[in-house]
């Protein structure tokens, strides 16, 4: 009873974590999930996350590509798909917020440096459905946090995201 119990709770929790709808790029499917479970490669991958393989495939990135160019790729990738770039789920604060935030929420530190140093993606999309952008998130969930071990993870985000061009709303 108690493994049925473990399945059913698991397919469930999934079913939050899906993309939202219409979403074009199949190599995309799941990437919430995995973002939240902070899902490895196999080993025979060239990447440590599985959220790495499936957003270097959307983008187009080859094995030959340099640094420079993947960098470009997904940057293109990110502005021409960030509106499908959403998490959904049941315990993420943000309906339909970015993936960004929603990896802030997981405290998925190699996601957040993928965006901020590898990939330079633009961190100032607004979501419609808090009217904030990730720093402006940030900053609030320190808020929450404030004077708990969270609460300097939380700063450590904060400089990230703005050492690579996160702005708060009000700067934009």
């Known amino acids: 009873m108690k493994n049925l ?3 059913l ?3 469930i929790s999934g079913i939050g974590y899906a ?19 902070l899902r490895e490669e196999s080993a025979e991958s060239e990447h440590e996350y599985v959220y790495q393989t499936k957003i270097l495939s959307a983008a187009g990135v080859s ?34 917020g970015s993936i960004v935030k929603f990896a802030v929420a997981r405290r998925f530190e190699a996601f ?4 901020t140093e590898s990939w330079g993606v633009d961190l100032n999309k ?17 808020e929450k946090h404030k004077e708990t071990p969270i609460e ?4 450590r985000y904060y ?13 934009l």
């Open 5 to 7: 119990f473990l399945i």
């Open 9 to 11: 709770a698991f397919l």
């Open 63 to 96: 094995n030959e590509d340099s640094e420079e160019t993947i960098r470009k790729k997904v940057q293109t990738f990110w502005k021409q798909n960030e509106a499908k770039l959403i998490c959904d789920s049941p315990d993420f604060n943000v309906p339909n």
């Open 126 to 142: 607004i979501d419609s459905s808090d009217n904030r952008t990730v720093l402006d998130y940030v900053k609030s969930e320190i």
């Open 112 to 115: 957040i440096d993928d965006v």
């Open 159 to 171: 400089r990230k995201l703005r050492a690579a061009g996160a702005k708060h709303k009000s700067e």
């Open 152 to 155: 300097s993870i939380l700063k």
């Open 19 to 37: 993309q939202t709808k219409n979403n074009s790029e199949s190599n995309l499917d799941g990437l919430c999930a995995v973002v939240s479970s």
